[in-house]
C-alpha cells in the first residue's frame, strides 16, 4: 500500500517538484564550506520528500547535542520555518478533500521535520 501511495505521491502530491527543490538547494547550500552541514539536511528532506509513506523522521541518540540545536537555531532562522509554513499551508489545501487527506498528513510530518532537521534521521 505504501508504495502505491508513495507513486500517487510522486504524481499527484507534489513529491517530483519537492524532491528536486530540496535536491537543488542542498546543492547550492554546498558549495561553501559553511553551507555544507545545512545542504547534506537538504538531500535528507529530499529523499523524504520523494517517498514519505511509511518513512518517519526519528531522532538520533545524540540528539541533544549544542551543535545540533545552534544549526537548528540558525536553520529555522533562515529559512527552516517558511519551509515548514509551506509545507503546513500544502497540507491545508490537500486537506479540503477526503482523497487529499493521505497528503495532507505527509505535509504535516514533512513540517515537522523541515522546522528541525539536525539531529533526526530516516527510517
Given at each position: 500500500m505504501n508504495t502505491?501511495?508513495?507513486i500517487l505521491w510522486i504524481f499527484f502530491g507534489g513529491g517530483i517538484i519537492l524532491f528536486f527543490e530540496y535536491l537543488?538547494?542542498?546543492?547550492?547550500l554546498c558549495i561553501t564550506i559553511i553551507g555544507i552541514?545545512?545542504?547534506l539536511q537538504?538531500?535528507?528532506?529530499?529523499?523524504?520528500?520523494?517517498?514519505p509513506f511509511g518513512a518517519k523522521a526519528v531522532e538520533t541518540e545524540n540528539a541533544g547535542g549544542c551543535l545540533f540545536v545552534l544549526f537548528n537555531i540558525l536553520?529555522?532562522?533562515?529559512?527552516?520555518f517558511w519551509i515548514a509554513v509551506t509545507h503546513l499551508l500544502l497540507a491545508?489545501?490537500?486537506?479540503i478533500t477526503i482523497i487529499g487527506i493521505p497528503f495532507a498528513i505527509q505535509h504535516v510530518k514533512m513540517?515537522?521535520?523541515a522546522i528541525t532537521p539536525f539531529g533526526k534521521r530516516i527510517e
Open positions: 502505491l501511495l508513495n537543488l538547494g542542498g546543492l547550492a552541514p545545512f545542504g537538504c538531500f535528507k528532506l529530499s529523499i523524504f520528500a520523494i517517498a536553520w529555522i532562522l533562515f529559512g527552516g491545508f489545501v490537500f486537506s513540517a515537522g521535520f
